[in-house]
């Protein structure tokens, strides 16, 4: 899974940075840089902007390329009450994907820690998915189509 991210003043961005690195390197990049390849899924991390606006250049990004939108990250202020991360309420709710984190600016440890854990399920169930082959042969399992 790739790592989409939009920063304004660099929170989101060196959030998605030492993400990456603690991963073992996922890939990660700008929603201004290269898109996704085609049917490559992606975490987007975003800040909120305003009184709760999901930022334009996030927006422009996922009208092109929201169908690989696996879940988000939302970044905002405590400050914000209500508001606070709001642009990740907007974009789970009309993607219908998981809002995975909330981070007050430039998030915590602790906020790694816990999106860590969410694309590790992630990479789980995509492997889950997927049943090879030669898996099926040695435990002799029947897989329609193969016999």
Request: charged share 15%.
């Amino acid at each position: 899974m790739r790592l989409v991210f939009d920063s304004l003043t660099g929170n989101v961005r060196r959030f998605a940075t030492a993400l990456a690195r603690e991963a073992g390197g996922l890939p990660v990049g700008s929603v201004r840089d290269a898109p996704p390849a085609p049917g490559e899924g992606f975490l987007l991390l975003t800040y909120t902007f305003g009184s709760g606006q999901v930022p334009d250049s996030t927006a422009a990004f996922l009208r092109a390329h929201g169908a690989g939108l696996r879940g988000v990250v939302a970044s905002g202020s405590y400050h914000w009450g209500e508001n606070f991360g709001r642009a990740g309420d907007r974009i789970a709710a009309q993607f219908g994907v998981p809002l995975v984190a909330r981070l007050n600016k430039g998030g915590t440890a602790a906020d790694r820690a816990a999106v860590l854990a969410w694309l590790a399920g992630q990479s789980k169930e995509s492997s889950a998915a997927w049943v090879s082959p030669v898996v099926a042969e040695r435990t002799n399992e029947w897989i329609p189509g193969l016999n």
